[in-house]
């Protein structure tokens, strides 16, 4: 699937599907995600719940 980025600010945004969203497990409302790159690939996943991040 390819996707476009978009211009958010000084940013740039790319707009995840409900349905990826669904199938991460993330409420987008309540959770954090973490991002990391590996091998040139982005990666996001939900981050774990701790004392820090609630």
């Not at 995840?16 to 982005?42: G, H, R, S, T, Y």
């Amino acid at each position: 699937m390819k996707k476009k980025l978009y211009k958010s600010g000084n940013a740039w945004a790319l707009l995840i599907q409900k349905a990826f969203l669904q199938l991460l497990d993330i409420n987008p409302e309540v959770d954090e995600v973490e991002i990391d790159i590996k091998d040139k690939v982005l990666q996001v996943r939900k981050a774990s719940k701790t004392e820090e991040n609630i």
